[in-house]
């Protein structure tokens, strides 16, 4: 059984950093990545990684984001630095095969003073 957990969310002041982290389990996975959606408005793209390293960044988060993959521990973390109010969402894992698309629950990211 294919399953995607996801840690690290929480509340921040604008200007700090907060590091999430998704492991996944039950089969191999091309690419990992994040999506976010905030209240009100759609799914969209953070940063994903292919197995080969490759990444991908949202404008909106280029410079700022870092996207990371542990191959051995089938694990992908974001690392989120100078976070604006902006980026308060709900952070969902994602993680692709050939096949098909998986998707984690979601982790709340609050950015408010």
């Known amino acids: 059984q294919v399953q995607l957990v996801e840690s690290g969310g929480g509340l921040v002041q604008p200007g700090g950093s907060l590091r999430l982290s998704c492991t996944a389990s039950?089969?191999?996975?091309?690419?990992m990545g994040w999506y976010r959606q905030a209240p009100g408005k759609q799914r969209e793209l953070v940063a994903t990684?292919?197995?080969?390293?490759?990444?991908n960044y949202a404008d909106s988060v280029t410079g700022r984001f870092t996207i990371n993959l542990d191959n051995a521990k089938n694990t992908v973390y974001l690392e989120m630095n100078s976070l604006k109010p902006e980026d308060t969402a709900v952070y969902y894992c994602?993680?692709?095969?050939?096949?098909?698309?998986?998707w984690g629950q979601g982790t709340q990211v609050t950015v408010s003073a």
């Open positions: 990684i292919n197995r080969g390293g490759s990444t």
């Open positions: 039950g089969t191999i996975f091309s690419t």
């Open positions: 994602h993680a692709a095969t050939v096949f098909r698309n998986y």
